[in-house]
């Protein structure tokens, strides 16, 4: 990374550019010159330089009209502009044009090396700030979303894919998987990372309210309408949006949503007036949009519009490799937030967890997990205190004396070997159940 | 041609103890021998009615072209009030990694701030000041160390703030600079 700072001086007269190419030097920085504008221009194509002085009046074109120039190229140029002839009218103008600062000739030298420093200041707290906030999206993408399955680094590979891109995506998953992580993931991945990611739960909104909602909408468009709103649309200008249970949109809607999809603009609810917004849309739904085109409840030119990229998350089921890491991170997301102690889980618990087929996906897991932090010894999270009901037989090709086995092990694991208590809550007495551990052969672990 | 080390370019009325001094001083800061000339040029073509002012940037090119031919590094010694087009005033100036400087003592006198003459004080802001101006013609940059004489300084209480000598990074540069220089 370049550490020292680069000035570049536009001067017509000799004898200022060289003052100034001295003084500069003595203090360490990097400095060019040009003797025009077309000549500072010319440099600036091809090279980037931190901090530009330049003259005001120049023969050809003029330092402001260049400024402008320079500006239109690289915005984040600092340019400072000096003149020999001081007017109120030029300074204020160049100011208006993004100048960082103005200075009359001849400077006082402690008025030239503050500014100077001010404008060193200036860059290299951009620097950091471009710095943390790309730090900030990295630690967000690599905590949030857990998993080392097939199946999930699948999806992340997809992610990277097509984060870059500008194209509507489709991410489908069941209930809880973890669509608007992935959204966040796609979104802060993207160049359009510094602009606002909006998200609308349109399952949540009836269909006025959603208009309002997306649209915005102007002072007295319906009762209630105190204020002109601006939408979810126009706030996302530059960013992305994202229609959560996308599914769920009328026939109205999605007419409307295929047009401002088709051209960026649109009109807030009660106002006639055409607003332009950039924005990129990714969508989710737990549903097969597929099928419902074809049964006619889903619009099929808005569904090719939307699905350019689909990216699908399989269930959690069908990546139980996952459990254990995701487990450890609710662990210590719950922990830290509670501010307790990290805990650990005991090996039933979390094989009863592989075991079971989570219908409500990861964010069921995050529920139990929680729960078992909250009702827990604060130690380790023992089976007992997972709210999971015996539910061997739901998926299960074993044949009944397997279930039996199993049903028997999981209660006696429930309740830690406690034969009276596993007697009574799978409802024969002690002696049988000890011959039932006998037939099937079981142990406590703790023997 | 064998370089004959430092010569100090001595322009009006200084006196001879705060030149012996001076030259002194700066045969301890650089390591070379340092011997005293006067200019015997005439300067009012350089003076400035509108500013005035002398234009520094073409005292300096008077320096190094009638005085550095014979020597290492030349410095020319003013007692007049010094400008260069952009700035309101300077202290001195030099070549970074040339031959030449200028400095003057007009700005460093504290009669010029309304305050009782003192000479010592005097001399040692000038000290500091043609040390300055020699470190950027033996390739030294300004100095972010309180310190160290070479830390800019665009008042005269910067200038006061300040040592006569070089900070340990300074010092390192220069020791490396004037081994080129002998080896050469």
């Not at chain 1, 003052?19 to 060019?32: K, M, P, Q, R, T």
Request: aromatic share 8%; hydrophobic share 40%; charged share 30%.
């Amino acid at each position: 990374m370049k550490t020292t700072i680069s000035i570049l001086i536009v001067d017509d007269e000799e004898s200022v550019r060289d003052s100034l190419y001295n003084w500069f030097i003595e203090d360490g920085y990097e400095v060019d010159c040009a003797a025009n504008a077309k000549e500072a221009l010319a440099k600036i194509e091809s090279e980037k330089f931190d901090i530009i002085l330049a003259d005001i009046k120049m023969p050809g074109m003029d330092g402001l009209e260049m400024h402008r120039r320079i500006k239109a190229f690289d915005s984040s140029a600092i340019i400072i502009v000096m003149t020999a002839f001081a007017s109120v009218e030029t300074a204020v103008q160049a100011l208006k044009d993004g100048a960082f600062d103005y200075i009359t000739k001849p400077f006082d030298p402690d008025d030239l090396t503050h500014l100077i420093r001010n404008a060193a200041r200036q860059i290299s707290l951009r620097n950091e700030n471009e710095t943390l906030k790309n730090k900030l999206v990295t630690l967000e993408n690599i905590e949030d979303i857990v998993g080392n399955s097939d199946g999930m680094i699948r999806v992340l590979k997809e992610v990277e894919n097509v984060a870059p891109a500008h194209s509507s995506v489709i991410i489908t998953g069941e209930s809880g998987t973890g669509k608007e992580l992935i959204a966040r993931a796609i979104h802060s991945n993207s160049p359009r990372k510094f602009f606002p990611l909006v998200t609308v739960h349109c399952g949540a909104l009836s269909e006025d309210l959603l208009e309002s909602e997306l649209f915005g909408h102007e002072k007295g468009a319906f009762t209630g309408a105190m204020f002109n709103r601006k939408g979810r649309f126009e706030m996302a200008d530059g960013g992305t949006v994202f229609l959560d249970e996308i599914a769920t949109i009328s026939m109205k809607m999605q007419i409307e949503l295929l047009r401002v999809l088709e051209s960026k603009m649109f009109t807030r609810v009660g106002g006639n007036k055409e607003i332009k917004s950039d924005f990129r849309i990714i969508c989710a739904t737990n549903k097969d949009l597929k099928r419902m085109v074809a049964d006619g409840s889903f619009r099929e030119d808005l569904y090719y519009r939307l699905n350019v990229v689909n990216i699908n998350i399989p269930p959690l089921r069908d990546r139980k490799e996952d459990i254990p890491m995701l487990v450890t991170y609710f662990i210590k997301k719950y922990c830290t937030s509670m501010s307790r102690d990290l805990i650990t889980i005991d090996q039933a618990a979390l094989r009863r967890l592989e075991e079971y087929h989570f219908p409500g996906n990861v964010r069921e897991l995050e529920n139990m997990i929680e729960r078992a932090i909250v009702v827990g010894n604060g130690k380790e999270i023992r089976l007992k205190d997972l709210p999971i009901e015996t539910d061997v037989v739901t998926d299960s090709n074993d044949s009944l004396n397997e279930l039996e086995k199993k049903y028997i092990q999981k209660t006696l694991e429930k309740y830690d070997w406690n034969i009276s208590r596993s007697a009574k809550a799978l409802q024969i007495d002690r002696v049988t159940l000890y011959n039932k551990i006998k037939k099937h052969q079981l142990s406590s672990p703790r023997k | 041609m064998e370089k004959k080390g430092i010569t100090l370019v001595v322009q009006g009325r200084f006196e001879k103890t705060f030149l012996d001094q001076m030259a002194r001083d700066i045969e301890t800061a650089f390591g070379w021998p340092v011997s005293v000339v006067p200019l015997t040029h005439d300067i009012l073509p350089f003076f400035d009615a509108a500013r005035k002012q002398y234009d520094a940037n073409r005292l300096l090119q008077l320096v190094h072209a009638e005085y550095a031919a014979e020597s290492l590094k030349t410095i020319g010694l003013f007692q007049v009030d010094l400008f260069i087009p952009i700035l309101t005033y300077i202290f001195g100036q030099a070549q970074y990694n040339g031959s030449t400087g200028i400095a003057s003592v007009y700005r460093l006198r504290n009669e010029q701030y309304g305050m009782a003459g003192n000479e010592r004080l005097l001399y040692e802001r000038f000290r500091k000041v043609v040390i300055h101006e020699l470190g950027h013609a033996f390739g030294l940059i300004h100095c972010h160390v309180p310190i160290c004489v070479m830390r800019p300084g665009t008042y005269v209480e910067d200038i006061d703030q300040k040592k006569h000598f070089f900070c340990n990074k300074c010092y390192a540069e220069l020791e490396a600079s004037l081994k080129a220089i002998q080896g050469s």
